[in-house]
């Protein structure tokens, strides 16, 4: 089969969640026969080659907005963000969208592409100064619910801009199908977006971890995700003054890129000088720290998988994870791992407390876990499973168009 994905954080680069899901499954079909092309819009400032090849993989990265060929945080950068977005999309956002689409339809052609599938969070769909609507394609485009915009918005209960969710609504009607990659995420946001379409659930997954010979450190906790409230990390640092005192040896370890200041600020005396922030660190160091950790914890205020969490799993690292959103699709409480509610810091820091306490439960976790991601988050299955999507897509997407014509 050949497969495009649309993709504006391909790795490398600072890229998200949803760049570093398409990387591992673009790999993974490659691997397995398929041919895997990703294109993106990009800003300047993500930087990176126009096009590569990644193990075997071809990714094009097309630019919108304007090169100021300055430093980020100069001047120019602050001048031209005050520009009213009516006046930046007729400096290139409309040409850029229109050079791009143009290239798809070609890349169509030419690579006789079957499907496409497009994530439903694109920063350049928020950035660009017009509202994005996807042309028709001679293929059908599947797309990915991995949070939108205004998904995230209802899920923190904050105000959703209406042309924001104008694009996110735009996007959702204009897909051939839908998948996403919980259960709750389709769930949500077929309520949200009062959606009629099937939303297929395809989790995601990660490649299977050999064996580790690192040797487990005692009471070591790790961390990762950025540093913002969602992902709970405020409340972790409340909930460690609680572990401090109980544990005052136990080291907390955060991974993860945001401010730090504030944070530091939650932490009490005793506390502060066993909490170390590492900032962002290459993929296999952070696998090598989960796999030597003693336990990972996610309390997470709304999660639409937890790429995380089940990293942590195959790494063999004990993970608590949030009761909230997905949570409950990744972890089956007390059995592969705990769940806690972020807003209960005396249940975040009792779980913590009890994990490090307990060797068996350390042993019971870290197997268990790791039998979860081998049955459930394997990539070598998920892409089975997505390839047998994408080819019930193509029947269907054919069927209606040969019946149309």
Not at 135 to 140: E, S
Request: glycine fraction near 8%; include cysteine.
């Amino acid at each position: 089969m050949n497969i495009l994905f649309i993709c504006d954080e391909y790795p490398p680069g600072k890229n998200g969640g949803v760049g570093t899901v398409v990387q591992v499954l673009a790999h993974e079909l490659a691997r397995q026969g398929h041919k895997v092309f990703v294109a993106g819009l990009y800003a300047h400032s993500y930087g990176q080659k126009d096009y590569e090849e990644d193990q075997g993989v071809k990714v094009w990265r097309f630019r919108y907005g304007i090169n100021l060929h300055v430093p980020h945080g100069h001047v120019l950068h602050k001048v031209f963000n005050r520009i009213p977005q009516s006046i930046k999309q007729h400096l290139n956002g409309k040409k850029a969208f229109h050079i791009f689409t143009e290239f798809i339809h070609s890349l169509i052609d030419n690579q006789q592409i079957d499907i496409i599938e497009a994530p439903d969070w694109n920063t350049f769909a928020m950035r660009i100064g017009f509202t994005v609507h996807w042309p028709a394609f001679k293929a059908p485009m599947v797309v990915k619910l991995h949070g939108s915009y205004t998904y995230l918005a209802n899920e923190m209960h904050t105000p959703a801009k209406p042309w924001l969710t104008a694009v996110d609504r735009a996007l959702y009607e204009r897909a051939d199908a839908l998948c996403a990659v919980s259960a709750y995420t389709a769930g949500k946001c077929k309520t949200l977006f009062q959606i009629k379409k099937n939303i297929r659930v395809l989790y995601n997954g990660i490649e299977a971890m050999p064996e580790s010979s690192i040797t487990k450190e005692s009471n070591t906790v790790i961390f990762t995700g950025t540093l913002i409230p969602l992902k709970g990390i405020f409340q972790l640092m409340k909930a460690w003054n609680l572990v401090n005192k109980h544990l005052p040896s136990a080291q907390l370890l955060i991974f993860g890129k945001g401010k730090t200041a504030p944070l530091k600020e939650l932490l009490n005396a005793g506390a502060s000088g066993t909490v170390h922030f590492k900032g962002h660190v290459p993929r296999q160091e952070l696998f090598n720290q989960l796999a030597s950790a003693t336990v990972a914890v996610f309390p997470s205020y709304t999660e639409t998988f937890g790429m995380g969490p089940v990293e942590a799993m195959g790494a063999g690292c004990p993970v608590i994870f949030t009761k909230r959103a997905s949570g409950p699709e990744i972890i089956s409480d007390k059995i592969n791992g705990e769940l806690i509610d972020p807003d209960n810091i005396e249940e975040i820091s009792a779980s913590i407390i009890r994990i490090l306490s307990r060797p068996d439960l350390q042993k019971q976790y870290s197997e268990k876990g790791k039998e979860t991601v081998l049955e459930k988050f394997n990539i070598s299955t998920s892409a089975q499973h997505h390839i047998a999507y994408y080819t019930e897509v193509i029947r269907h997407y054919t069927n209606t168009s040969t019946i149309t014509q």
